[in-house]
């Protein structure tokens, strides 16, 4: 019997990172009044100070491209040495083409692999996890994994549950091979039947029985979410998750250099840092505070943040955990990309 040939791949780790936030930032005092709101309660409830929101005429692939030539020249390689792109992200307004597709055309590599993934919050991490199986597997040499969001174009500003949580912005890493473990087991899965408690899409109502109420009514759609059962599900499960990151990894807590999760709710992060016992010597992100929550932005945005702010953690482990709409999550554990 013929067999297939065997492809050697080898292991991976994250060789850059580079993020883009938009120029405009909002701080809570412009928000507050429309929601009946207080800079007070949105800081005690989250964490958020301010967030950063793109302009009308900024687009996802604007601030996809930005953030991908950062993290290209700190790799010190071109689009042209990506064989693959990932883009992670729900703000993309087409269902086809993709998002990835129109990054590599306009950047110069239009034959490369490219597809978008939707995990909402989790997304980066699914990338990341593809990305890592790809290179040790051999199917690609180095990925491009992009986490992007214009969330704001899908924010209703009168929404008191949601109007001051969600912010725009891209944060992207180059995977490639490494000839020691650089990424660890990817841990992910989700909790579907909960699926509802975080959306994005119109109030449908009717419109299955009444199909003509479809075009003349359908408004654009904006995310909702029920926060107390979102918030529940982040503390518990997630930090279960994560321990689950650590053990698949074999490191323990006090081993880790950061904690990265996703910027949901500073509220959450505490929590789960509490209950996963990391130690105070670990650098726990908190771009929440100043960025909002970017969904599959968020990760790299924080880790880029972190970095700038504690060069000292280039090359130490950290904790990746991502989680949102679906319920999905994913997380791992891997060593920060070495400094530019």
């Known amino acids: 019997m013929t067999k297939i040939k065997s492809v050697q791949g ?5 060789l850059s990172v580079g993020s883009y936030r938009p120029t405009r930032i909002v701080p809570n005092s412009e928000i507050v009044d429309r929601i009946d709101s207080s800079d007070e309660w949105i800081q ?23 953030a991908a030539e950062v993290a290209l020249h700190r790799a010190k390689i071109t689009i042209a040495d990506i064989d ?27 034959k490369a692999a490219a597809f978008d993934i939707s995990a909402a919050c989790a997304g980066f991490c699914y990338g990341v996890g593809m990305a890592n199986d790809l290179v040790r597997g051999g199917t690609s040499k180095k990925v491009l ?38 990424i660890g087991p990817t841990i992910w899965g989700s909790d579907a039947d909960s699926r509802s408690a975080i959306v994005m899409e119109p109030a449908w109502t009717d419109y299955k029985l009444h199909p ?4 003349r009514e359908l408004q654009w759609p904006n995310i909702a979410q029920q926060g107390q059962t979102v918030f529940r599900w982040a503390v518990y499960q997630m930090s279960k998750a994560g321990l689950r990151a650590l053990e698949a990894a074999g490191v323990t807590p006090d081993q880790l250099g950061a904690f990265i999760p996703h910027q949901a709710n500073f509220r959450i ?15 726990v992100a908190d771009d929440i505070k100043t960025n909002g929550n970017t969904s ?43 400094a530019p």
Not at 45 to 56: D, F, L, S, V
Not at 212 to 215: A, D, P, S, T, V
């Open 10 to 14: 080898s292991e991976s780790r994250i």
């Open 44 to 66: 005690q409830r989250t964490g958020i100070i301010q967030r950063h929101i793109a302009g009308p005429h900024e687009s996802v692939i604007d601030m996809a491209i930005s």
């Open 84 to 110: 693959t792109v990932i883009v992670a992200t729900i703000t993309f307004p087409y269902q086809a083409p993709s998002a990835a597709t129109a990054i590599i055309e306009r950047m110069g590599n239009p």
């Open 145 to 182: 994994v992009i986490g992007v969001e214009k969330i704001s174009d899908f924010t209703d500003p009168d929404d008191r549950a949601t109007a001051f949580i969600f912010a725009d912005g891209a944060g992207a890493v180059v995977i490639g091979a490494s000839e020691e473990t650089g």
């Open 212 to 215: 003509e109420k479809l075009m």
């Open 269 to 283: 992060i505490e929590t789960m840092a509490k209950e996963m016992k990391i130690p105070d010597s670990v650098v």
């Open 296 to 338: 599959a932005a968020s990760i790299p945005l924080a880790m880029d943040a972190l970095l700038e702010a504690h060069p000292e953690l280039h090359g130490t482990l950290a904790l990746l955990i991502g989680y949102g709409a679906g319920l999905v999550y994913a997380g791992q554990v891997v060593q920060l990309p070495p």
